[in-house]
């Protein structure tokens, strides 16, 4: 069985992962910050929106893991419709 380079899904994965960790880290430093140093409404307003794109990037990680799986199973019956096929031409 040859070796696959990742696909797409693999990367959009990552890429996915890690804006997950950096935004789970800014809304960590953001809610250990004293908010009496900070514009209150400014700092809820970033903070719903890291948590909008937490949630956000968490369905498309559901998403792509979906998509990755119908891909690998197509991949699966390909592979295995090709060695039926060869086994007739055999």
Do not use: M, Y
């Amino acid at each position: 069985r040859r070796r696959r380079a990742p696909d797409d899904a693999d990367a959009d994965w990552r890429v996915c992962q890690a804006i997950v960790r950096k935004c789970s880290l800014e809304l960590a430093a953001s809610e250990a910050t004293p908010l009496a140093s900070l514009d209150q409404k400014r700092q809820q307003h970033e903070l719903q929106t890291l948590e909008h794109d937490i949630n956000f990037l968490k369905a498309r990680l559901a998403d792509l893991r979906g998509e990755r799986e119908r891909l690998e199973n197509s991949l699966s019956n390909l592979e295995e419709l090709r060695e039926a096929k060869r086994r007739r031409v055999d």
